[in-house]
T-cell receptor, first 117, second 110 residues
């Protein structure tokens, strides 16, 4: 069983650019959640994907968007980057091949550190 | 609105002493509550969840709905308990959408 992986590990962008972060969910998981963790803060929920559909969103603007693919891997896209977008971005997967989003434990990836200059 | 409050940013304890990490939440429904831990250079991982009523690595946490608290306790701290601890809440009908507190850094000194 492979764990949650994220790429890239680190990324540096300039203000106004766009970025795509990637997440491979743990084997057998169909739900992926994305979190933003600013320095000194706890993770903040961005959105969740279940079976390729967005299944809930936190208090983030529309320039944060995502995708989930048939193999349940996921992307987080951020347009028009701002300095405050500098953070660690975490994805977490959970679930199994059931009919509804799982309440199972979430397993976190190592994160992608995004720096916006 | 901030749902989860962890009042202590840093908790320093001696090995063998009891440790208690405070967590208070604001939610009128039936929450599911968790403690997550992040050891140095490792990823965030679940320590325990209230619904399981388990004791993990000697830690326990009791949900007190009257005081809206979910404090984490261990009677005898070990050096390997040094880590960052996050309390998190999931609202009813929003399973898996975790709301985290700001975290408490625990340092256990010999």
């Amino acid at each position: 069983e492979t764990g949650v992986t994220q790429s890239p590990t680190h990324l540096i962008k300039t203000r106004g650019q766009q970025v795509t972060l990637r997440c491979s969910s743990q084997s057998g998981h169909n739900t992926v959640s994305w979190y933003q963790q600013a320095l000194g803060q706890g993770p903040q929920f961005i959105f969740q994907y279940y079976r390729e559909e967005e299944n809930g969103r936190g208090n983030f603007p529309p320039r944060f968007s995502g995708l989930q693919f048939p193999n349940y891997s996921s992307e987080l896209n951020v347009n028009a980057l701002e300095l405050d977008d500098s953070a660690l971005y975490l994805c977490a997967s959970s679930g199994y091949s059931g009919p509804a989003p799982s309440t199972d434990t979430q397993y976190f990836g190592p994160g992608t550190r995004l720096t916006v200059l | 609105a901030q749902r989860v409050t962890q009042p202590e940013k840093l908790l320093s304890v001696f090995k063998g002493a009891p440790v208690e990490l405070k967590c208070n939440y604001s939610y009128s429904g039936s929450p599911e509550l968790f403690w997550y831990v992040q050891y140095s250079r490792q990823r965030l991982q679940l320590l325990l969840r209230h619904i399981s009523r388990e004791s993990i690595k000697g830690f326990t946490a009791d949900l007190n709905k009257g005081e809206t608290s979910f404090h984490l306790k261990k009677p005898f701290a070990q050096e390997e308990d040094s880590a960052m601890y996050y309390c998190a809440l999931s609202e009813y009908d929003s399973w898996g959408k975790l709301q985290f507190g700001a975290g408490t850094q625990v340092v256990v000194t010999p």
